[in-house]
Every structure is written in C-alpha cells, then in structure tokens.
C-alpha cells in the first residue's frame, strides 16, 4: 500500500562565407531575410490565432530565457498594457506556470512549467546518472529514496525509487511542496547564505502543513542552524501525517549544491534509533554521486 502526499532548444546556423563569388547588397540581403522570416511566419502562424492563447505562450518562452519577469518586462516584451500583462501572469500563476517571488515582485517559472519540462527531458543527466545510487540505497535502508531540487521556497521531486515493501512512501516525481515543511527542503535551505533566505522567507509566519510543520522563520533558522552542524535534515511528520524522512544535499566537484538525497519512510518504521544509520548512508551517498557530478 502507497502512501499518499505535489527546452529550449537554441539553433544555431553556421553561415560560411563565399570566398570567390560575388554576394548581395545590404538590400538585397535584409530584404531576403525580411521575405524568408514572413514566408516562416505565414507558415508557422495559425489562420485565427487567438491574442490571448498567443500573449500567454509568448511569455511562457520568455521564462525559457530568463529566470524573472517583472509586469514592467512582461508588458514590454509581448508589446501589451501593464494591466493586460499583469492578468496573463495571475492567470499563469493560477495555474502554477509561474510564481511570483515576495522579495523582488518579479516572476518565475512555476512547478507546472517545470514539471512539463520533466516530463518531456526524462534523461536530465543528474537523473540519469543519479538513479543507480538511488536504488543502491534503497536496498540498503529498504525505504523510498527520492532526489529533489530547490525551486525558490519549494522543492520539486525529480526522482523517486520505490521501497520493496507493501506500506510504503510512494512516488513523489512531479511533486512541489513547501520547502521549509521538508526534510529535502531544509538540507537544501541551510546551504543558501543567510541574505538569501530573508529574500525566501521575508515574514516571520510560516505555513505549515500539518500540526508538526515550522511555522516560525525563527524556528527555521534554528534547525537550519542544526542541520549545518550535523550534515542531515530531519522531517518528522511535518509535510504529511504518517510520513518521516531523513535528506542531506548533494554537491557536484565543483561543491556546487545541485540537490537532496531523501530517505522517506512511514513513521512508524522510522525509529529514533535507525536515524543514526540512515542519516550516515544517505549522506555518504549524496557524497557518491557529488563525485560524480561535473
């Protein structure tokens, strides 16, 4: 039994310059890229295009360029009003294409946009390269092992190997939760620099998502403070009843943090004396695959 719990592509043409032949005039040139790139556009272009249908795609590719999109930026780009901007992106945001970070105001890609990227690049290379040590220790702990990103305050589940056993934590791929509710998210937050997690959490409160969540940025602090000093965060019923989990980040050769390695396991199996053990091979792994990380 599962328990429950959330490319672009650049071409690029290569042009070889004629050495013996005689080219064009400026004209000529720019008045045949000027035709080539209408005869692609009235092949490309649909016959009744509809504005808003087209507005919002145009600025979802924006997000494939940059990383945040102010109202200001978004209107500018597409050539509309800051009012008809600001609409387009509450309505993406509803849908959870983008969101907004509360520091800068400003727009990102949100866990719908990214998890259609999962969808379509299932072979992303920390994935790929990473799903081995997964399953290594999976059979070592006999729990779930997930591997996870930070996406501003939340974390996005990128992979997941399932324990062997009937009650288990299942698959979380495609999930975003809050980052601070997590033992994944925590591993994560407590390598960030102190400014930026101000940035993150701006307000004291927190939401929690069960009774046993953070709900304090003092509090976060805190334990973020004791996850630096022993290598490994902990959640203990604090994203979902029922479920405990152990995480520690990864970082790549470079000691770029890249992600988090968690072990997730019902709590009633998770004991307080199988941490220990569990902390030391998740954090060992994530050492593993580091090192293997360009």
């Not at 556009?41 to 808003?52: A, D, G, L, M, V």
């Not at 324990?163 to 999930?175: E, F, K, N, P």
């Not at 988090?260 to 998740?282: F, G, N, Y």
């Amino acid at each position: 039994m599962q328990m429950g719990w959330c490319l672009t592509e650049h071409f690029l043409d290569d042009t070889l310059p004629e050495m013996k032949r005689p080219s064009p005039g400026k004209h000529g040139r720019d008045d045949e890229k000027e035709q080539s790139m209408k005869d692609v556009e009235r092949t490309r272009k649909p016959n009744y295009p509809i504005e808003s249908v087209d507005n919002a795609l145009k600025l979802l590719l924006l997000f494939a360029e940059q990383k945040a999109i102010s109202v200001s930026e978004a209107s500018r780009s597409i050539g509309v009003a800051p009012s008809t901007a600001h609409r387009l992106l509450s309505m993406l945001q509803y849908y959870d294409f983008v969101c907004q970070n509360p520091a800068t105001r400003s727009y990102e890609a949100g866990p719908t946009f990214i998890n259609l990227g999962l969808s379509v690049v299932r072979d992303m290379d920390i994935r790929r390269l990473a799903r081995p040590f997964l399953e290594e220790l999976r059979s070592e702990v006999g729990e779930t092992v997930h591997l996870t990103i930070l996406q501003g305050k939340n974390v996005l589940f990128i992979e997941t190997v399932e324990s062997l056993q009937a009650l288990r934590v299942g698959d979380r791929t495609g999930i975003s939760l809050p980052a601070h509710c997590t033992a994944a998210g925590k591993a994560l937050l407590a390598e960030l620099p102190l400014e930026r997690l101000h940035e993150l959490f701006p307000s004291e409160h927190l939401v929690g998502l069960t009774p046993h969540s953070l709900t304090s940025r003092e509090a976060l602090m805190h334990e973020l403070s004791q996850v630096r000093e022993c290598g490994y965060a902990t959640n203990f019923e604090e994203s979902e009843p029922d479920v405990s989990a152990i995480s520690a980040a990864i970082h790549d050769r470079l000691s770029q943090l890249r992600a988090s390695l968690t072990v997730s396991a019902p709590s009633t199996r998770l004991h307080e004396d199988l941490v220990a053990p569990i902390a030391a091979a998740t954090m060992r792994t994530a050492a593993e695959i580091g090192n293997r990380l360009a």
